[in-house]
């Protein structure tokens, strides 16, 4: 006897958590291009939506990132294996904020967390 998930199990548990995140997050991605200049320019943008669970940083996290830094720092799950990176700007509930930090690839992902800071 295996003490393992199966694939269907763990998409089963993966649906079912993704299916209690209340809102819905527009994740943005930029990409940029050399202008010749030695800087960058903005070339395309893409989004795509995904549901969400947001929740603000607590406890002894909170305090050490509020030394670190002036924004206030937030944690996102999305549905497992959603395509959110570092830089992208994500859009929930009226507010923008720019990913820090993204928890994956993880064995037997539930879900994808991810660091945010609320941009001002």
Not at 8 to 27: K, R, V, Y
Request: overall charge negative; charged content about 20%; aromatic content about 8%.
């Amino acid at each position: 006897m295996s003490c393992f998930l199966t694939a269907e199990e763990l998409a089963c548990m993966q649906g079912a958590l993704a299916s209690t995140f209340p809102d819905t997050a527009t994740i943005i991605r930029r990409t940029y291009t050399d202008d010749d200049m030695g800087g960058q320019v903005l070339a395309s943008q893409t989004s795509l939506a995904a549901s969400v669970y947001l929740t603000p940083l607590g406890g002894s996290e909170s305090e050490i990132t509020d030394r670190l830094s002036s924004r206030a720092t937030w944690i996102a799950k999305f549905p497992a294996q959603t395509d959110v990176r570092v830089a992208d700007l994500v859009t929930i509930l009226g507010s923008t904020f720019e990913v820090d930090d993204v928890w994956a690839p993880r064995s037997l992902e539930t879900y994808r967390r991810a660091t945010l800071s609320k941009i001002e």
